[in-house]
C-alpha cells in the first residue's frame, strides 16, 4: 500500500517518533511524503521515502493529486491545530480527497496507531479492490 505521510512543523518530531516506533509495518509499504517529513522520517528510520516538493511549495497539493488519482492508500497528516499553517487551503484540499475517495485518515497521532496496527492486521486490504 502507499502511504502519505505529512507533519506540520511542530509535528516533525513527533512523525519521526511514530514512523521509527511502526518501522516494521511501515517497510512493507511504499512511503511518500512531503519534502521535509520525508527526509527526517527517512534520516530517522532509513526507511526510502519518495519525496514531494516541501508543503508550503507546493507538495501538500501533489500529495492531494495523489489522493485524487488513488494513488495513496493511507494518509498520515499529523496537524498541529494550535500553529495553523499558511497554506491550509492546500492541506484542506488533501483532506476532502481523502473524504470523498475513501481514504482512511489520521489527524493526530493516536488515530495514526489505531491505522499502522490495522494495516499491519490486514484490515485496510479492501483498499486493493477499492482500486
Wanted: net charge neutral; aromatic share 4%.
Amino acid at each position: 500500500m502507499n502511504i502519505g505521510l505529512i507533519a506540520h512543523d511542530g509535528k516533525k518530531k513527533l512523525m519521526q517518533n511514530c514512523c521509527t516506533a511502526y518501522r516494521g509495518i511501515l517497510a512493507k509499504h511504499e512511503l511518500f511524503a512531503t519534502g521535509t517529513t520525508g527526509r527526517l522520517v527517512e534520516e530517522a528510520t532509513g526507511l526510502p521515502v519518495h519525496k514531494l516538493l516541501s508543503g508550503h511549495v507546493g507538495g501538500e497539493q501533489q500529495m492531494g493529486a495523489m489522493i485524487e488519482q488513488n494513488q495513496i492508500d493511507l494518509v498520515l497528516f499529523l496537524r498541529d491545530p494550535e500553529n495553523p499553517k499558511t497554506n491550509g487551503p492546500d492541506i484542506t484540499k488533501a483532506i476532502r480527497m481523502c473524504d470523498i475517495h475513501n481514504v482512511p485518515l489520521a489527524t493526530n497521532i493516536a488515530t495514526a496507531e489505531v491505522l499502522l496496527k490495522s494495516l499491519e492486521r490486514g484490515d485496510l486490504e479492501w483498499r486493493e479492490m477499492y482500486k
